[in-house]
T-cell receptor, first 111, second 112 residues
Framework: KAGVTQTPRYLIKTRGQQVTLSCSPI?????VSWYQQTPGQGLQFLFE???????NKGNFPGRFSGRQFSNSRSEMNVSTLELGDSALYLC??????????FGSGTRLTVV | DAKTTQPPSMDCAEGRAANLPCNHS???????VYWYRQIHSQGPQYIIH???NNETNEMASLIITEDRKSSTLILPHATLRDTAVYYC?????????????FGKGTKLSVKP
């Protein structure tokens, strides 16, 4: 079966711009989580959605937001980009009781 | 903060067993031990998880001590492709799935 698909794979944006990243979970998975990975901070949890509702949120500023659609696809948005937002953004989906399956990520570079 | 402690790095000879330790002395009764690995620039890959009994699947074995304060992930015959960062995570099971709190993990280098 198809894995977790994230688009785009690479992205270059300018400071102050906004960006939207997309994640298509494995078919049947209703839980989608987002993580940010940087060399300095490692993997950090952003938020989790389940059935279109945000269920958990990490310690990130309000510039980071997300949503989930009725087909379980999810998007995350970062507004007013800062250089420090350069990172690998990972999406993961899961079925209750199973481990998370991660996508390959979107590498965002802010210049 | 991560609730686990792992050595920062380990080496293993190709074909030998790789034993990766993890300390989780504050684990709660309803928390499972999960293992993931991340090969450079890819998303983390789920390996195995367990509560208190030893577990085995096609990728690895998980040995959890009787007091559940530590565990060991065993890759029985390590190959070069097992070179990765391995993360040990404790988390609750079911209900609100909650987030995975990743520590710094163990960088395993499998050498020919």
């Amino acid at each position: 079966k198809a894995g977790v698909t994230q688009t785009p794979r690479y992205l270059i944006k300018t400071r102050g711009q906004q960006v939207t990243l997309s994640c298509s979970p494995i078919s049947g998975h209703r839980s989608v989580s987002w993580y940010q990975q940087t060399p300095g901070q490692g993997l950090q949890f952003l938020f989790e959605y389940f059935s279109e509702t945000q269920r958990n949120k990490g310690n990130f500023p309000g510039r980071f937001s997300g949503r989930q659609f009725s087909n379980s696809r999810s998007e995350m948005n970062v507004s007013t980009l800062e250089l420090g937002d350069s990172a690998l953004y990972l999406c993961a989906s899961s079925f209750p009781g199973e481990g998370y399956t991660f996508g390959s990520g979107t590498r965002l570079t802010v210049v | 903060d991560a609730k686990t402690t792992q050595p920062p790095s380990m080496d293993c000879a190709e074909g030998r067993a790789a034993n990766l330790p993890c300390n989780h002395s504050t684990i709660s009764g309803n928390e499972y031990v999960y293992w993931y690995r991340q090969i450079h620039s890819q998303g983390p890959q789920y390996i195995i998880h367990g509560l208190k009994n030893n577990e085995t699947n096609e990728m690895a074995s998980l040995i959890i001590t009787e007091d559940r304060k530590s565990s060991t992930l065993i890759l029985p015959h390590a190959t070069l492709r097992d070179t990765a960062v391995y993360y040990c995570i404790v988390r609750s099971y079911g209900g609100s799935q909650g987030n995975l709190i990743f520590g710094k993990g163990t960088k395993l280098s499998v050498k020919p």
